[in-house]
């Protein structure tokens, strides 16, 4: 028997509750973005598949929701929100240096339900549009320490990268398009014996696959800035991340800053710094981002963009964890009546709302109900309403 | 005092050679020889808890990061392509993925379509696509020897070891499509948080399986 509850794989709803601890989630970090200067943004939902056609790899293509409009065009659901702020900038005369958050849900089209992923997912995130060079990575480096420290994580790791040390090496082992991609897929898989034997294979020559191969070990703390130098050599990279790792520790957030070369962004559109955050105990990844100075130029906009997206309900899930939830608070006071008050209920409950307080009518309650319904539901005021008289039944009105 | 490692291990022939490796390692898992229908052990020290699980379902637990560290077929992991790490190649469980059937019956469609009878189905699909060729998928559980001779498939993709298999059931080995051998996985995000705990194991790891 069809009841019609189901809903398609990979989407769901949001119970009070959660949505409860989420909202306080995206109110607190949109509060810290605010503080920074960050202003908030909506984009559409839908947008032409064109759009994102010419900047995405063709896994992402394939990885959209379609759909067609009216006129034969080929829609897709927003697959990431980076995308629409470049092309919203690249279309307005907000003045740069362009500070921009979003609170959105982005849509990922997966072709079986087994998998750890949703096919919607909400995001909260920031986008710094602008020359603003390794300065303005720092700034977005700080937000990403900033913002797990206001969700109320501890123990977490923001780990930095850069993904021209691997595009230098690429260019030496003078890899195609598609050799490159599949390389990328062996490196983020730390898989070193399957890279050796794909370069091999190109035809790289020695110095280059140990050097290449090499990035796989290459995370850690501060010990593998002279551990990459070694194996690969005086680099503008290295020194990039470096420096972005002296100042982070500088403003003692060294305990939260990690570094691993060997985490590339497959995105076309990613540039030089890659940006992963996590924590102990969650196995995904809470937040990513980087620098993706390729977007605004194939909009026709010359500007170079970096930032972060975090991924708001697995941040809720690791917050759960260590035990950091909201739930919905009970309710302030509840009342009742026996039906002829109804001039005094409406005066006595809008008094109280006006002071904040939450109020419900429980229609239909008499006093023995009302009085177990506040003790299931930990309510602490209630009053009941007869012939136009209130009895406070628990609690005191102030 | 360092942190507890889990370890998912696939049950059944790998679970063997893999607690033979980690002897070699030095972690003294005696438990996990004994015959016992514990699904939950832990070696002599308390360092690691060793979760038994199906073969297929060791990627989905490392992924999900209930489980740190693995040990998973690469058949089983080229199928579902799960996001984790696959650092060493363990060099057991070798064997090979490949495309079988009668002998002479060849690898391309003769009329119509070829029929290919697989528990592998992802494999299977882009290897074909690959070379160009439609396919009709056939999906099977298991035995998929019998595709070709009870005539549903015109050849079967599928793990060979020794071949006895085919030999015995009149098939041979057409095209092989990859070599196979058992992997070590890492929950990405572990790797990371307990690289004072992994780090070592995997350098032993590695030492032990260049011996």
Redesign the interface.
Known sequence: MAKKLKIPYGFRDCLPDECYFKDGLERELSELFRTYGYLKTETPTVEYYDTFHDVCRPEMLKKMFKLTDNDGSLLALRPDVTLQVCRMAAATDIPNPKRLYYVENSFEYLDSPDT?RTREYSQIGVELLGDTGIDGEEEILCLAVESFLRAGLTDF?I?IGNNDLFRTLAAEANLSTRDESELIKLIN??????AEAFLKKCGADTAVVAKTVSLIRL??GKEVFAAARKTIGENAAIDSVETLFGRLVEKGYGKYV?V?FGTLNGYDYYSGLVIKG????????LLDGGRYDGVCPSFGYESGAVGFALGTKRLMTALEAIGKVSRVPSLDWVYSSDGRSDKEEWKFACELRNQGKTVAELFGFDKAALENYCRENSVKNAAYFDNGKKYLLRGEEK | MTEILTVALPKGRLSELSVKLLYKCGIDCSPLKENTRKLVLFDKSGQYKFILVKPTDVPTYVERGVADVGVSGKDTLSEQQKDVYEVVDLGFGNCRMCVAGYAGSGNRPKSGVLRVATKYERIASEYYESKGINIDLIKLGGSVELGPIVGLSDVIVDVVESGNTLRENGLVVLEEIMPLSARLIINKISYKTKSAAIRPLLDKIIEAVKK
Do not use: L, Q, R
């Open positions: 750890a790791v780990e898989k730390k898989d070193g014996g399957g995370f850690g990690s691993d996590f924590t102990a105990g969650h196995g995904f990844a």
